[in-house]
């Protein structure tokens, strides 16, 4: 495994050079760089079919990019398996809620530890998660496939913490539920952040959300990197608050700016 | 009282085909293909105890779980090194190759065995239990038929509690039931269905050193009796342990009702087939099968 030193800000823990990813004959990643800093939430936005999750497949292991590599604490993780990955440090939490139906909310969350073997750190955890999720223990000898849509996201969420990883990627934990809950989820996120000291890569629509709970955003557009910027800077600019915050604009120039100011890479 | 006598072999009959059945839904749970050389791989497991035993002179029940054990080995690595490696291709394809597959175990095993029927003798081997004796004749009970039940009995317990208790158990289930999100928790998917793999080879083999001293000898073709638990499988939905094995002893006992009760001939061509005629009633009535999960699992 070779050891590639970081060459750009200081000690990324994730850093991202020059992906290509394909579906077959479809490049749905066209040579993609972000870097995760330690202790950072980044965030990437995009509309629907932009590549968020392929970016996300492509760290984890579910997909092997063709081109570029995927550097995590130094060692390049590009290609290998899933279940390696995850060994490693990183939990993935895909969209769309794969919980383990006929398994129980508790096995559930033993099954997020599953490659640990501290088993009495393990039983400290899980009542770590219960604090940040009452519900999942109120519901902990509850078939997970009977929980509701909001809860199941939980249940990922607190799932993937149970491994302890030292990166998390999120893929759209806010989809299909309700402001409040979507409200509530963020929060907690940035709570598993500070309190826990957990580096996120997240991957939102809701843009307005994610820019509000990541320090770093990059805007990812049919397969390329179009922007990228502190968040704080990126709420402030016209072509997010246009495209992604939804605010509407005296609409002088219809096209997208970044694409006249030639911020391709 | 000789309903009873047909009940015992009934029972004893469905639980070979139960275990049996098992063995098809584990490895169908795991990975939805249907491993159709299921029984060849029960038959090279009863020709490995008979090799121990009969040939090499192992007593029965170190032959026994020697034969268990590299009937399970080589289950694990029969996916290891072929079906693994297909993962991805059409069903159909995965189909023909464990038809094809399971051609060859048996000609292979024709060749080394030869085709003649052969036994090992079992401790038990041919007792019989009597319960009533009067003057009209007397009830007896093949301890071989009921050494089956318990055999059954404890296998399945063991299996539950496996599944249920252990870590790697629950990860079987997990992988089961989404194998993507099971690569997410760092679980070795690709070993763990390996191990499905081996698990459900050995409990075929137990299935066949349970039933070798009830049928007395065996031949390569002893594996055909796959389709019928195959159907035992499809009763109880293909998805539900529970119900593979349920499907075996409805199976089971119909067979050796149909085989005493039916007039004449009918017993003797009906019964072979009564469990298949079974399949399609339950087919008609519940596509599903009697114990289908509702859920759809994700792959
Ligand atoms: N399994 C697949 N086979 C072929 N093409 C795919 C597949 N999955 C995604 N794509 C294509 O790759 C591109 C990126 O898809 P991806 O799922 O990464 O988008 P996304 O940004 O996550 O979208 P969403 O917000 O809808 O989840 C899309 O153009 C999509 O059509
Ligand atoms: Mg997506």
Known sequence: MAETLPDSLPDPLLSVRNIETYYGPIMAIRGV??????????????????????????ISGVMDPQKGSVTFEGAEIQGRDPDWVARRGIAHVPEGREVFPFLT???????????????????????????????LKERAE?????????????????????????????????????????????????????????TMLLVEQNANMALQ????????????????????????????????????????????????????? | MELIQVLVAGIAQGCVYGLIALGFVLIYKATEQVNFAQGDIMMLGMFAAFTLIAIAGFPWWLGALIGIAITGLFGFCLDA?????????????????????????????????????????????????????????????DVAELAIILGTVVLVGALYAFFRFTRIGVAMQASSQNQLAAYYMGIPVKYVISLI???????????????????????????????????????????????????????GITEQLAQAYLPGEYARSIAPVSGFIIMLVVLLIRPDGLFAQIQRKKV
Not at chain 1, 33 to 51: C, E, F, H, M, Q
Not at chain 1, 178 to 190: A, D, H, M, T, W
């Open chain 1, 33 to 58: 760089s972000l870097d995760v800093p330690k202790g950072r939430i980044v965030t990437v936005l995009g509309a629907n079919g932009a590549g968020k999750t392929t970016i996300l497949k492509t």
């Open chain 1, 105 to 135: 909310v508790r096995e559930n969350l033993l099954m997020g530890a599953f490659a640990r073997s501290d088993r009495a750190a393990v039983a400290e955890d899980l009542d770590m998660v219960y604090g940040y999720f009452p519900i």
């Open chain 1, 142 to 198: 509850q078939q997970a496939g009977y929980l509701s849509g909001g809860q199941q996201q939980m249940l990922v969420i607190a799932r993937a913490l149970m491994a302890r990883p030292r990166l998390m990627l999120l893929d759209e934990p806010s989809l299909g539920l309700s402001p409040l809950l979507v409200k509530e989820i963020f929060g907690i996120v940035r709570r598993l952040n500070e309190e826990q000291g957990v």
């Open chain 1, 213 to 265: 709970t990541a320090n770093y955003g990059y805007v990812l557009e049919l397969g390329r990197i179009v922007m990228d910027d502190e968040c704080g800077r990126l709420l402030e600019s016209d072509d997010i608050k246009e495209f992604y915050l939804g605010v509407k604009k005296d609409a002088v120039r219809g096209k997208k700016r970044w694409r006249r100011k030639k911020t391709w890479r």
């Open chain 2, 81 to 141: 090194a072929v079906l693994r490696r297909i993962i991805g291709q059409p069903q159909f394809a995965v189909i023909i190759l464990t038809i094809a597959v399971g051609f060859i175990f048996r000609s292979v095993a024709g060749g080394v065995w030869g085709a003649d029927p052969v036994s090992f003798d079992t401790p038990y081997g041919g007792m019989v239990i009597t319960i009533d004796e009067n003057e009209t004749g007397r009830t007896v009970l």
């Open chain 2, 197 to 251: 793999w081996g698990i459900s080879a050995a409990v075929s083999c137990i299935a066949g050193i349970l039933l070798a001293p009830k049928i007395a000898t065996f031949d390569p073709d002893v594996g055909f009796l796959a389709i019928t638990a195959f159907a035992a499988a499809v009763i109880g939905g293909f998805g539900s342990l529970p119900g593979a094995v349920l499907g075996g002893l409805i199976i």
